[in-house]
Nanobody, 113 residues
Framework: VQLVESGGGLVQPGGSLRLSCAAS????????MKWYRQAPGKERELVAA????????NYPDSVKGRFTISRDNAKNTVYLQMNSLKPEDTAVYYC???????WGQGTQVTVSS
């Protein structure tokens, strides 16, 4: 089993990024998948979840309306589209398969002018 994130980088406030999480060893459409983030000195925070049944999504108030989680079943990949980014969104972002508690290696997102 492997989760490989990509798409992080440096972006100006108000900008956008799309993170990808390519999964292998299991089928993402069969399970709930989540994105977390962890800023320096802070606890890891859930930022998005997508369910296997119906593709229902869930977000905390801090990112609701700005972040969108989705998946491409053909590519076995989960995405996190992040718009209207703020400096407080700066963190390492992790993809998570909660069923077996697998984590990706993380991708750095830095929002700064």
């Amino acid at each position: 089993v492997q989760l490989v994130e990509s798409g992080g980088g440096l972006v100006q406030p108000g900008g956008s990024l799309r993170l990808s999480c390519a999964a292998s060893g299991f089928t993402v459409s069969s399970y709930t998948m989540k994105w977390y983030r962890q800023a320096p000195g802070k606890e890891r925070e859930l930022v998005a979840a997508i369910s296997s049944v119906g593709g229902r999504t869930n977000y905390p108030d801090s990112v609701k309306g700005r972040f969108t989680i989705s998946r491409d079943n053909a590519k076995n990949t989960v995405y996190l589209q992040m718009n209207s980014l703020k400096p407080e969104d700066t963190a390492v972002y992790y993809c998570n398969w909660p069923n077996r508690n697998y984590w990706g290696q993380g991708t750095q997102v830095t929002v700064s002018s």
